[in-house]
Structure formats: C-alpha cells, structure tokens
C-alpha cells in the first residue's frame, strides 16, 4: 500500500484522494497553507490523516517563518496553527495535532528558531509513526470481537488512507483477515463523496479482502435479510459520553443494527476522544457545499437551481455503540465512566 | 407538468426518464416489445406508471397480432401478457394490469379481433385516466395527514413521474401545497438512480414546491434535529399484512421515523395491494446490474473487477407504517383486517 502521506524532502506528498481509484497522484505542498487548503478540499481526509497532515503542514509553515527571535517564531506559529485548527471543524484530531505541535513550541522557548523547526518535523514524523502503532494494535484488539467468516459492513472509509496507514476500522478487518478469519466486507459507498465506493474498495481489493459495494439505501435491508454480522467503523470525535461523531449516516447505520441485532463498533484512536465535551450535541458538524450532492464526478444531475442540504458528519448517540474500539483496549458501556478512566490510564506516563 | 406517458397515434410515447433533468425527450415504442424494453431499462418507471405503460404496450402489440380468429389472437395475446408480466418483479401493478387486459380479451370471446384491438386501446386509456384521478383522490384524502407549515421526506420519486400524472407521495404533497399549507419538501437523493435527484426535484421545482435534495444518508440527521414532521414515500407492492415493498432505502427511512417519533405514511392506489400475499416476505425483490453501483452517470467511479450488490427494493414491515394513503380513504392498523376490508369495498360494484 502506498503512503497516505509523507515527507519528501522539504515537502509534504499526499495521495490526492479526489481522484482515487481512478488515478494515483501525489499532491505536492511546499507552504503551510497549502496543506490547510489541502485538507478543506479534502485532497486527504479521514479525522486520524488530517491530524497527521496539520502535524506535517505546521512543520512545513515553520520553516517558511523567517523569525530569529523565540517570541516573533511563536507568534506567527500560532496564527498558523489556529488557521490550520479551522480547516476543518468536526474531527478532533485536526485540533489535537495543533495543540500537541503548540505545546511543543511552549516548551522550547529555550532554543533557537532552528533546533524548533527541526523538532515540529521530528514531532510530525512522531504522529505519524505513532498512528500507524496505534492502528495495529487496535486491529489486535478489535479482531477479537470479529467471528470467524463474518460479514462486516462498513460505513465511509476508515482505513490506510484515512490514517498514518492500516486504518482503524479497517485496520480491524485487516487484523481478522490476516488471522484467517476468512471475513467478507459490504462496504457502504457513502454519498455524497463516494469514500466507500472509491476508497474502501480500492484498499481492500489491493489486500486481497473480499469486499462488495452498496448503496447506503442497502444497508438495512442486507441487515434485515441476515447478510450482515457486525459493523464497524472510524469516528471523527468521540465526546465524553461515548457519542460518536462520524461521517454522514453513521447513525443510520447505527439504528438499523440496533433494530436488527448486530453489533455495532466504533474504532479511534484515544486522540479522537473529546474528553471536554460532554454530550455529541456539542461537536460542530461541518455543512459543506451543495454541490457535492448534485454534482456526480464531473456531471451535473439536478434541475439549475437545485437547492440542497449536505451536512458531512452526524452524532451518533451512545445508546447505538455495542463497543469502541482504541489502541489502549475495548471500552464497553458505561462510556461515561470507562472513556474517563481509559483517558486518564493514555495519559499517565509509559 | 408534461404527461409521463400518452398514445400519439398509433404509437406510445413516453418520457425517457433516464435522461431527465438534462433532457425531456419522448421515447417511441410502435411495438408491445418496445415497451417491455423499456420498463426493464427503466425509460419508465414507478409502480403505477409501469401498470399503465403494461396496459399501453399490450394495446400496443395487440394492434401487430395477425390473427383471424379469436382462439388464435388470444394464444398470440397471452404469450405477450407473460413477457409483460416478467418485464419487471416487483411492482404488482404491472401484473394487475396485464390481468385486466387478460381479463377483458377473456371477456370478449364473441367479438372480432378488431374490436378486442380497439376495446384494448380503450381499456389502456381508462387505466391512465383512473390513474390520474385516483392519485387525486389520494391526494384529499392525504392532506389532511400534512400539518400547515410541515417539511416532508419523501424518498425515491412516487411524483407525476412514476404515475400517469399527480402522483402517489408527490400527489399528497400537491393536493397539501395548493391548499395553501405553505409546506417544504425534503427529497432523499434515492441511490443508486438517483430518482429523488433528478425527478422529485425536477417535479417539485416546476410546481414551485420549495424542495432540498439531500444524501440518503442525510435522512436520519435531519430527523434528529427536529427538521422532519412527517415522511410520505409510494410504494410498489403492499401485502395483505401491511408490509410494504418500494424502493431500496425506504425501510431505512422507516426504522428512522420510527426511532424518532416522525409518522410514516405510505400513498398508494389500491391496485398496489397484493391481498393473495400474506406477508411481504412473499414479494420478490429485483436485483439489478451493479453497474448502477459503480459508474454513476457516465463515470466509472470504483476500481476494476469491483464487486456490488445492488437490490432495487426492500421491504418495510408493517409495524414501522402509520398509514396507508389510498384513493378509497386513509388505512390504518390493524392493517390486516382494515386493508381486507377496503379491498373488498374496492371490488364492490360502486
């Protein structure tokens, strides 16, 4: 599998992810600015690789910055990194790389500008790296949960092109794969932007997962007719409570596998874990362009005119998640209290 | 509003509604085949619309048959009336008008072939005009279920489009706004055809419905925020349990409602009752290409050899309906019994 993104030389490539599978490009960033431009128009996306991709594009616009000194470097830093916190608003994992690369800044107020700059790529080589640890040991968590010759369905794409690399929920079907678990996959194609259709099944056909697209108009009936055994997918915020926000008709999903009695997992990493917000009515969910809906590829298939609605991620309440999924372990209901308590174990020293 | 479908001479014309929005184009069929042709490609499509184009094309072929002699022309007639029949599976409304034209033929042993020729135009007519008329019935009926000021789901296209004209959902939604209830309409994209894209919007806009368009997977979020009062979609097959089949997605959006305290409302004329089947378990559910899945519009959007299912329609069992909108009155549970009773009324002679 190619890399979703990363250093080369004194840029940032990622895969550009508007053109998947039809085409395998990289897109080049050579400015801070550029990857923010990036990530709104979604050339990378997923909550675990735009967290990754601020990490990196902060690194990149640090080395732009022509301070010399401590105080004039943190200042125009922070703009940065707040403008790159706005890219996006509904996964966290954007805001958490800022304010983990912030941090970094405040702590060496000691140094030059240059051992600062060189630390921030250090430090974005560290997300990266470390994501792609936590993915594989999700997937050595999660694929306990998943039977032998299950079917799973899963909703957008939450695998190595959504992450550093090996995916969450996906990371947890290639875990139970490679255990020879002899698992299949329906993935939903996921309108408006295709995530599951383009990206899921294009990951899992390189892995050799056997994987069947749907319309997510499916969904229920496939469940209904007991074709489906488990779902699992990625999250974009998980608030203290144990709501998820995720793409665009997770909750869907979710209260189909309720009505039909089947699991449904959640699988984030702990950076995904808003453990400020109390319930998942407070995580802003981005509304973007109306053309997304009516604008197919390159065709337009809607009257002139055409109004529409197209809000990009929804809250799914806890009372639909069966488990979560992270690279500390399974947390199970009470969310409440056991995310507290995983949150705490994550951030106490190794 | 254009009519779906009409005679121009001795052809039948109808509106090719694969290339709508982009282009109104007629389709000519001077051939029964024609018209099997396309019903199964979907130049026409909607429960009643494809009763009323069954009763045209059989009108239509009758006029080709060469037959002298009365045995010979209805051996020719019922081979025709079968091919019909299997055009498509799961809309009983195809089959209930093949019976009705199998049943005058039946009925008019004593006559020459030219008159069954010319009681066949007739009788198509008569399917197209009663269509219409019930869907206005419906209409009444069903706006007294609308609340002034109300936003409506309606998922696929149960509009003009898919009726002789008026519409089933789209009928209700009419009669609702030209009673001045100042309603807006919400239009489930309805993958993979994308019929509440490009014909409820399209239908919608020409009557200055306020209509949006959103992504399936956008229905339930929207429930959830309190931006949905009630849901109207059609239907293609109703059992005598109250169990409906229409559109793949349609079940989704009922477990939805349901989970959210929205009423469900199904609008369908009576001929859409298939009382021979107990449950609707019993209707066939039509797989089509998984084409549909993968090249949307023109494009192809997924990675070679991909794998897609691709089922047309679902079932939404009965307990998730709140009521049935039919051209004889509301029907409400217990469905068994009340739809068995208006049956029977509407078999009554009037």
């Known amino acids: 599998m190619i890399p979703t993104i990363k250093w080369h030389d004194s840029e940032v490539w990622m895969i550009d992810q508007r053109k998947l599978p039809n085409k395998v490009q990289w897109y080049v960033c050579k400015r801070g600015g550029e990857v923010i431009a990036a990530i709104r128009k979604m050339v990378i996306r997923g909550a675990p690789a735009i967290g990754i991709a601020a990490g990196m594009g902060l690194a990149l616009g640090a080395n732009r910055i022509r301070a010399?000194?401590?105080?004039?470097?943190?200042?125009?830093?922070?703009i940065l990194g707040e403008k790159m916190a706005a890219a996006r608003p509904t996964a966290v994992n954007l805001q958490w790389a800022v304010e983990r690369m912030k941090n970094l800044v405040e702590s060496m107020a000691e140094c030059s500008v240059d051992e600062i700059k060189e630390a921030l790529r250090t430090e974005s080589e560290k997300i990266l790296?470390?994501?792609?640890?936590?993915?594989?040991?999700?997937?050595?968590?999660?694929?306990?949960?998943?039977?032998?010759?299950?079917?799973?369905?899963?909703?957008?794409?939450?695998?190595?092109?959504?992450t550093g690399g090996y995916g969450t929920a996906l990371g947890v079907i290639r875990a139970a794969h490679e255990k020879g678990k002899d698992i299949k996959v329906i993935a939903d194609e996921t309108r408006p932007w295709l995530q599951g259709l383009r990206l899921t099944s294009f990951e899992l056909m390189q892995d050799g997962i056997p994987v069947s697209v749907i319309a997510d108009n499916a969904a229920g009936f496939l469940m209904?007719?007991?074709?489906?055994?488990?779902?699992?997918?990625?999250?974009?915020?998980?608030?203290?409570?144990?709501?998820?926000?995720?793409?665009?008709?997770?909750?869907?999903?979710?209260?189909?596998?309720?009505?039909?009695?089947?699991?449904?997992y959640v699988a984030a990493p702990m950076s995904t874990v808003d453990i400020r917000l109390k319930s998942g009515d407070m995580i802003p969910v981005e509304e973007r362009a109306p053309?997304?809906?009516?604008?197919?590829?390159?065709?337009?298939?809607?009257?002139?005119?055409?109004?529409?609605?197209?809000?990009?991620?929804?809250?799914?309440?806890?009372?639909y998640v069966t488990a979560i999924i992270t690279e500390k372990g399974i947390i199970r209901p009470p969310f409440r209290k056991n995310l507290k308590k995983f949150w705490e174990n994550s951030r106490a020293p190794a």
Chains 1, 2 share one sequence.
Not at 68 to 78: C, T, V
């Open 129 to 162: 790296e470390e994501d792609i640890e936590c993915n594989k040991k999700m997937g050595q968590y999660g694929q306990k949960l998943v039977p032998k010759g299950a079917t799973v369905l899963t909703h957008c794409n939450a695998g190595a092109l959504a």
């Open 224 to 264: 209904r007719k007991g074709r489906i055994d488990l779902v699992i997918t990625g999250a974009d915020r998980i608030a203290a409570n144990g709501d998820v926000a995720n793409k665009i008709g997770t909750y869907q999903v979710a209260v189909l596998a309720k009505a039909n009695g089947i699991p449904f």
């Open 291 to 319: 053309e997304e809906i009516y604008r197919v590829g390159k065709q337009r298939l809607a009257p002139p005119g055409l109004r529409a609605l197209n809000p990009a991620f929804d809250i799914t309440p806890s009372k």
């Open 68 to 78: 010399r000194s401590y105080e004039a470097f943190r200042r125009q830093f922070l």
